[in-house]
């Protein structure tokens, strides 16, 4: 059962995000919502190697971590190896691709709040409601 106070709890989070001012307010959104593993890439190439290494259960994945426009990489490779993800973006939902379609979408900027309600969701199995 997910602890609706604290739903990262048990849950090594991988945050996939290149802005260093994001990725620390992330950082401290996963703690305040009970995350003590917790793994923060930069780049692709980070990341990627993060799922091998760090073995995330859950990631936060920011939809332009290449600032080239939209990447998917991450995204496809978490989905490869059925690790559930929450998109992160500036942009619309509109920007991904068929295969993420319906995927789990955070509009920046969000709140701990809209965080801990999408990851609860997420956790429990059930239709997430884009926050955009």
């Known amino acids: ?17 290149d802005e260093v001012l994001i990725a620390i307010m992330v950082e401290e959104f996963a703690e305040e919502l009970g995350c003590l593993s917790f793994h923060t890439a930069a780049t692709v190439a980070e990341a990627l190697s993060a799922i091998d290494s760090f073995k995330p259960q859950l990631a936060l994945v920011d939809c332009s971590i290449t600032h080239s426009g939209p990447d998917f990489v991450v995204a496809d490779a978490l989905d490869d190896r059925d690790i559930p993800f929450i998109f992160s973006s500036g942009d619309k939902s509109n920007i991904l691709p068929g295969r993420h379609r319906g995927r ?13 309600s999408t990851i609860i969701r997420l956790r429990a199995g059930l239709h997430i409601e884009r926050q955009e």
Do not use: T
Request: charged residues 30%; without cysteine.
């Open 1 to 17: 059962m997910v602890d609706l106070i604290k739903p990262l709890s048990d849950v090594r989070l991988l945050i996939v995000e």
């Open 104 to 116: 789990d979408f955070l509009a920046k900027p969000f709140s701990m709040d809209q965080l801990r």
